[in-house]
């Protein structure tokens, strides 16, 4: 009996050390997470090595635009070799939801409320939200604190704006514009329309070729004024521009959140999940908001200088499912009055 009881313990010793070395799971025994991000170095060179650093964990990154990181999650989905999509906008994650499995980070409570998970399969951990960005040495004497204002006459034609119809920032702007200029809270609201109407002439024709083509056209002088969005600005400040500031509509800015989910049957559960906590932790939203231009979704977290506290904005919140469905009606709507204007 002895020597049968050594026997078997010995195999089953050698059956626990393989599972242990061969195993894929989330269990602790992993050390690796693999990252898939559409985020900017500037991101991914600040939170990643800390991730490392603080879990012993060893992250592998692979970067990309986000439709074609989703495109690559859907076809490894019967053997996901992604755990986390780290990164891209709310409407990546509603029309995906299937490519994603549900976690809710004990961090949950500490975020900002109308951004907390409520969904289950995505974990919004930035915000991004419209403003003005303003050149001053420009604008000296002109009163811009209002998407009201952008009417005054002294800047016809000098108003920077990308095309709402293939940029994602322009878009943004405009919906931004209908709910804050609305007299009824919709996206429909006519008194919204006229005021898009009358704001189509003041640009006279000029758009931008891209959301970056606004803000530089700004900085370097050659617009007064810009229909942006926050953190390039705040980057642009941040990093010595002496001549912009940003301006919140008094009548209100919308913040739209950036998301992370965990990929459906992630090899990594458990490292994943850490890692979402991770995301939403303190330090790292002071991170986000103080050291990078990115505004944290945590409630309290710090921002710099270049931004102003979320609780001294006027914010505005996006019917997202309304704006996701009706997006093409939207941009319609606007085609053909931008045509019509011409």
Request: glycine residues 8%.
């Amino acid at each position: 009996m002895k020597g049968k009881f050594r026997i078997v313990s010995a195999l089953l010793l050698a059956a626990l050390v393989f599972a242990g070395c061969s195993s894929s799971g989330g269990g602790s025994e992993s050390k690796t997470l693999v990252v898939y991000s559409p985020n900017s170095e500037g991101i991914m060179n600040t939170v990643i090595p800390l991730f490392e650093e603080k879990t012993g964990i060893k992250v592998e990154v692979i970067s990309a635009g986000t439709g074609e990181l989703i495109k690559r999650i859907e076809s490894e989905a019967s053997n996901p070799y992604a755990d986390v999509m780290f990164g891209g906008s709310y409407t990546q994650y509603m029309t995906n939801k299937a490519l994603f499995q549900d976690y809710v980070s004990k961090e949950n409570d500490n975020v900002i409320e109308a951004y907390r998970n409520k969904t289950g399969y995505v974990t919004y951990t930035v915000l991004d939200g419209s403003a003005l960005v303003v050149n001053t040495d420009l604008t000296k004497g002109i009163e811009i604190s209002s998407y009201q204002d952008l009417l005054n006459p002294a800047l016809k034609g000098k108003i920077a704006t990308a095309d709402p119809s293939n940029s994602s920032s322009a878009f943004s702007q405009l919906t931004n514009i209908l709910l804050a200029m609305s007299d009824d809270g919709t996206y429909t609201s006519e008194k919204a329309w006229t005021y898009v109407s009358e704001l189509i002439k003041q640009w006279d024709g000029k758009i931008s070729s891209g959301s970056s083509a606004v803000y530089k056209s700004v900085v370097d002088g050659e617009m007064m004024v810009g229909l942006s969005y926050e953190d390039p600005v705040a980057k642009l400040i941040k990093d010595g521009a002496k001549n912009i500031k940003i301006v919140y509509p008094s009548e209100g800015a919308v913040y739209l959140p950036a998301g992370t989910g965990i990929v459906k049957n992630a090899k990594n559960l458990d490292n994943a999940q850490a890692f979402i906590d991770f995301l939403l932790s303190e330090e790292v939203q002071n991170i986000f908001g103080s050291q990078l231009t990115n505004r944290p979704v945590r409630t309290g977290a710090k921002v710099g200088s270049y931004m102003a506290p979320f609780e001294s904005i006027h914010v505005l919140y996006e019917d997202m499912d309304y704006v996701y469905n009706h997006k093409s009606e939207i941009v319609e709507r606007y085609t053909k009055l931008y045509a019509g204007l011409q």
